[in-house]
Each structure stands twice: as structure tokens, then as C-alpha cells.
């Protein structure tokens, strides 16, 4: 189909094709420095722990693990049972802490509170505690990503 | 209104604001002279293309470097291995000083061959001589930050040097390392200076050079002007800046093709109690020094060899510095001879340099 | 009519600026997966043989990207760290990338000699002058 008129002129064509791949090439340079400025460290996809730092614990006690740069808690519920939580706040990411007496996990940032199932029950978080899964391997303890059930 | 009102648009109501259209209109008439000469034109802004590449890759490399002692092997280590295309983006950072230092050296030297120091462009020649130097020092506190045997002993080497200069030298040195050795004080200092201190002054010590140089226009060689010839000129903006992006666009694609096949390693974190590694020499654009420095005895009658050494190279530095003061009848026999002794500093400073990877 | 070009002109330039940032960013979030892969600390035995050839001395040597296949992964602090891709991807991509920017360099050089001869020709003509 043979137009009457040419769409643009000659020099509209280059100065467009330069301008333009000009931009891609700044463009196709961006990518590489948003690559390297956005930090590569993520949450490990597992942990393994030994068995025996976990062994004795009573029920109701809670401990600490490392999960990447997080506190991890694992916690033995009354029916002997082991939890992994993810021991941040779901609200604005502050450490949280377990009130053995109390039973229940505790953010001193805005007193936030969490049962000792982790279920968020006072102040402003507004889901539960991450929980995390566990398994026991021989003498290893694997803590997994994935929430159980 | 249209899509391609945009662009006009927004620059009126920029220009309503600073006013930069005197800066466009003053670009589109400045006069670029077309001379045998005039591919040195070039060296200046390639020198700018690469000092930008070096600030927006420093940016990128302080994001994850830790300039202390335990640290700073351990951070380069994390760049190369753990964050994405980081071996890239260092290697671009170190083969863009190499072209940089080059680039300096070579725009320098031309400038000195054809005299474009004359009046009135001493005080460009002056701010031109001092860039050279920061961008020298530049290199040699960046060369320290990985903090690896190598980089240690040429460190200690080099910093040892300004001890030789009577009266001044050891406190020099003193301030050079933080102390009477190179020890992580060494590096502290080394990484301010690096990233704040040297930056703030080469922007300073360019914004004058660049004024002058705009304000002033570009020089023509000695011969055009004795002669008074008409010369052909060819306005700077858009004519001489696409010149100019063609040979940014070269320069990029070796910088990028020499930082991806041949980037630097890294060696293991430095030791301070272990022996100087064999075969130490500094970065190449100190080889000619450094072999200068070797090739003088250790006792020249009552002076040590090495003061006289250095006295030597800062007298070479000072003659250099006040070349414009110096070459005050440029047409005449003492010019012709101050253009040999450009000739001579740069066959001087290649010989040394080859001799001294011998 | 002007309008109609322009909005061409802008669409097109568009289209070539996303796919010259999206194309790099598919290919490395496939690498992502084997990279995190790599993370862990595997030694391969050439990468071992290699780190001990290129102990101390050597400061330039990079392992060809192809060679490099063996990933580059130094753990051991003590080695000489070799710079390197971190896999047959990602090496595959930087080659991409450049001859991407040579290609862009070449047709880049090709518009601005033609922009460089015209720009002289209008000022030669004084086309602008009064």
C-alpha cells in the first residue's frame, strides 16, 4: 500500500532511531546497576540446627535460633510439641520477645501482643506471628520456610 | 496538546526559570577551530566521560564496600562473589582510572607540544596541572582500598617515598599514613580522601577549568596564529558534540570490552607482619617514577641517593607546573627547546616505564 | 499529520527501550534460581586445580567465561579470588550484552556521521544566520 505522503521525513527518522537508541542503551545500562544496588542477601530457604542445643527443653520454653539476620524462636508447646516462629513483628518488624509467665509473645515497639500460638490477640499487628517448619533428620533439626498445614 | 509539545514546553518553562538558553545559545556559537591539531580537542571531555563513569561505579562499589581493617578484603571479596555482575562493575571502576590516568597524561602532553599554555591560559595550564595530580592521587589511595598484600607493599613503598625530602619528608609520610606506619589508620584516611576529600576538590579545580576554558575559546597552535591564517571553524553544539559522541561511543565499548574480559582479581587479605611480596612494582602510571627512584646509588657524595631522587622529580613536577611562566618567548630558540624537553618527558617517562617490568 | 508521526516515532522508541531492559531482566531471573544454587558452598574440582594455578602472582587472569563454566565461587578466604560469571547463564548474558553495546556503538557511529555531515552542512550553508 503506497502512501501519498511519507509518515515523517528523513531527517525525523534518524533523529528519532538516535534518539531512541540512545535511550535503549542508557536503558539496557540501567538494569545492570539496579541489579548490583539492590541487596542480593535474602532468608535462607533453610536452616539446620543440631538436635542436641534443642533437646532439654521444658514445655513452655522458647528459644532462639538465627534465621538468616532474624531471630528465629523455637518454642515447645505444653503438649511437647515444637513450633518455629519467625520472632518478628508483623506490624513494623521489631524483634519480638516471649513472656514465659504471661504466655503469650510480646512487641515492646507499640505493645503489640501475640497468644502462644502466635495468633496476633492486642494492639496493632493484624496477622500471627510467621511460623515456619520443622523437621527432625537424625541429629539435625531443619528448619524450613514453608508454614505447616 | 500535542505529544511532541512536551519537550518544548517543559524547556520554556525551565528556561523561564535559570534562563539556561544563554548557555544553548552561547554553545551553538562557540567556535571550534578546524586545525591539524584539532583531534586533541578530544582528550579533554573523554577525560570527563570517564571521571563520570568513575563517580556513578564509585557509587555503586561504596555501597557495599567496608573500608576497616577486618573488613575491607572480606566487602571487595562479597562485591566480586555475592552481589550481581559486581566483578563488572569493579572492574569497570579500575579500568576506567587506567584510561582516565592515560587520557590526563596524553591531553596534558599535547597541550605542552603545542603550547596552548600561552597567554591567557596560564591559570588553565595551572588548575590542568593539579587535576593530573589529584587524578594521580586518586589512583594511589583507591589502589590501597581492597587492602591485599599487593596494594599493602606498593602503599608502604609508596608513602615511604616523600621521607627523602629534607626537613618536610617525614612528616609527610606521617601524614600521608596516619602514623608512623601503614596500618589500618592507613586505610581509614585513604578511603576519605578517596571518596570525599580529592572529590570536592577536583570539582572545584575542574569548575575553574572548565570556565576558563569557555570563557577564553579554544587556543589555536602557535603556527596559525604567528601566521594570522583564516581558520575554519565549526560551531560546538551540535557539530563538534556528535564529533565528540562518536568518540565517546568507542571509548565505551573498549572500557567495557577490556573490564569484562580482563578484570582484576583479588587477592587474599594483607598480612602487616609478613615480607614484601616479590615482584611489587606500583600501578603503570608510577613506573617511571618508581624506576627512576631504583636506578639512583644509595650515596651520591654527601647526599643520599634517594633525596637527590626525589629532589629531582619535584623539580621536574615544578618546571612542568610553571611551563607558561617559563616559555614566555614561545617563537623563539628557548621555545623550540621547551617543546623537545615535552618529546623528551615522554620518551623519559615510556623507556622507564618498560624498563622497569624488566 | 505531525502529530500522528511523532506519537510513532515515541511508541516505537518506547517498544525498543522496554525490550532492551526487559530482555536482560528475563534471562537473569532464570539464573536467579541457579545461582542461589551456587551460593552454597560446592567446590568443583577444576575450580580447586584453577585456584591453585592462579595463586598469588597472576592479577589479571579472568577465567574465560566458558571456562568459568566450573562457576567461580572462591570460599575459601585464603585463595586468590578469580572474577568470573557465576554460571553458564549469566556469562552468556554479559556476551549478549556485549555485542549488544559493539551493535549499538556501530549504528550509533553510522547516524552520527550522517547527523555529523549534515550539521556541517547547514552551517556552511549559514542556514541559521540572518
Known amino acids: ?46 536452616v539446620i540446627l543440631p538436635f542436641a542445643d534443642f533437646k532439654g527443653m521444658a514445655p ?32 513494623l518488624d521489631c524483634n519480638v520477645t516471649y513472656l514465659q509467665d504471661q504466655k503469650k509473645f510480646f512487641c515492646a515497639c507499640h505493645e503489640g501482643w501475640y497468644d502462644e500460638y502466635g495468633k496476633n490477640i492486642g494492639g496493632p499487628p493484624s496477622t500471627p506471628l510467621r511460623r515456619l517448619s520443622l523437621v527432625i533428620e537424625g541429629q539435625d533439626l531443619i528448619i524450613k520456610k514453608e508454614a505447616p498445614e | 496538546m500535542n505529544i511532541k509539545d ?47 563513569i568513575q563517580v556513578i561505579t564509585g557509587f555503586m562499589l561504596i555501597l557495599y564496600y567496608n573500608p576497616t581493617l577486618d573488613e575491607a578484603n572480606a566487602s571487595v571479596g562479597r562485591i566480586m562473589t555475592e552481589v550481581p555482575l559486581g566483578w563488572i562493575i569493579r572492574s569497570v571502576h579500575s579500568w576506567s582510572a587506567t584510561f582516565m590516568i592515560a587520557i590526563v597524561f596524553i591531553h596534558m602532553i599535547s597541550i605542552w607540544l603545542i603550547k596552548s599554555y600561552r597567554k591567557p591560559r596560564e591559570i588553565t595550564w595551572l588548575t590542568g596541572v593539579l587535576l593530573l595530580g589529584i587524578s594521580l592521587f586518586f589512583g594511589f589511595t583507591g589502589y590501597l582500598l581492597p587492602w591485599d598484600d599487593l596494594s599493602l607493599s606498593a602503599t608502604k613503598v609508596g608513602t615511604d617515598i616523600p621521607r627523602s625530602i629534607p626537613v618536610v619528608g617525614a612528616w609527610v609520610t606521617s601524614l600521608l599514613r596516619g602514623g608512623e606506619d601503614v596500618t589500618g589508620d592507613t586505610l581509614t ?3 576519605g580522601i578517596h571518596v570525599c576529600i580529592l572529590p570536592i576538590f577536583i570539582l572545584i579545580l575542574l569548575a575553574i577549568h572548565i570556565y576558563l576554558i569557555q570563557k577564553q575559546g579554544m587556543s589555536l597552535p602557535l603556527k596559525e596564529e604567528v601566521a594570522k591564517k583564516e581558520v575554519r571553524n ?125 | 499529520m505531525m502529530a500522528k508521526n511523532s506519537r510513532m516515532v515515541v511508541c516505537l522508541s518506547l517498544a525498543i527501550f522496554l525490550l532492551a531492559v526487559l530482555a536482560p531482566a528475563s534471562l537473569d531471573a532464570r539464573q536467579e ?40 565461587m572462591e570460599e575459601e578466604a585464603v585463595e586468590t579470588i578469580v572474577p568470573a560469571p557465576k554460571n553458564q547463564k549469566e556469562a552468556i548474558g554479559i556476551y549478549v550484552f556485549l555485542i549488544w553495546i559493539w551493535l549499538s556503538i556501530f549504528v550509533l557511529i553510522y547516524v552520527l556521521r550522517l547527523k555529523v555531515k549534515e550539521s556541517d552542512r547547514i552551517y556552511q550553508l549559514k542556514f541559521f544566520d540572518k
Open chain 2, 6 to 52: 512536551i519537550g518544548p514546553g517543559l524547556q520554556n518553562w525551565l528556561d523561564d526559570r535559570f534562563g539556561l538558553s544563554a548557555i544553548m545559545d552561547f554553545m551553538k556559537k562557540k567556535p571550534v577551530p578546524q586545525t591539524r591539531h584539532s583531534i586533541w580537542f578530544y582528550t579533554g571531555s573523554s577525560i570527563l566521560l570517564f571521571f563520570a
Open chain 2, 189 to 191: 584516611r585513604f578511603f
Open chain 2, 234 to 358: 565549526i560551531p560546538f553544539w551540535p557539530n563538534f558534540i556528535y564529533r565528540e559522541m562518536i568518540v565517546w561511543l568507542i571509548l565505551v565499548g573498549i572500557l567495557f570490552t577490556f573490564a569484562i574480559f580482563l578484570p582484576p582479581s583479588l587477592e587474599k587479605q594483607a598480612d602487616l607482619m609478613a615480607a614484601a611480596p616479590e615482584g611489587l612494582k606500583p600501578e603503570w602510571y608510577f613506573l617511571f617514577l618508581f624506576q627512576t627512584l631504583k636506578i639512583f646509588p644509595a650515596k651520591i657524595l654527601f647526599f643520599h641517593g634517594d633525596t637527590v631522587a626525589v629532589l629531582l622529580i619535584l623539580l621536574g613536577f615544578l618546571y612542568i607546573f610553571l611551563l607558561p611562566f617559563i616559555d614566555n618567548k614561545p617563537t623563539e630558540f628557548k621555545g623550540k627547546i621547551i617543546t623537545w624537553s615535552g618529546y623528551a618527558f615522554i620518551i623519559y617517562a615510556i623507556i622507564f616505564s618498560v624498563w622497569s617490568l624488566l
Open chain 3, 33 to 72: 534460581e541457579s545461582a542461589q544454587e551456587s551460593q552454597t558452598v560446592e567446590k568443583k574440582a577444576a575450580e580447586g586445580i584453577q585456584a591453585a594455578e592462579q595463586d598469588i602472582a597472576e592479577k589479571s587472569q579472568p577465567a574465560e567465561p566458558d571456562a568459568a563454566t566450573a562457576g567461580q
Open chain 1, 1 to 46: 500500500m503506497k502512501l501519498k505522503y511519507s509518515l515523517f521525513s528523513r531527517r525525523q527518522f534518524l533523529n528519532g532511531l538516535l534518539g531512541g537508541w540512545v535511550a535503549a542503551l542508557m536503558g539496557s545500562l540501567v538494569y545492570p546497576v539496579i541489579a548490583f544496588i539492590f541487596p542480593p542477601y535474602r532468608e535462607p530457604d533453610e
Open chain 1, 60 to 91: 513452655g520454653e522458647v528459644r532462639t535460633f538465627a534465621w538468616g539476620s532474624k531471630p528465629g524462636l523455637l518454642k515447645k508447646n505444653e503438649d511437647g510439641t515444637l513450633w518455629a516462629f519467625v520472632g518478628v513483628c508483623t506490624h
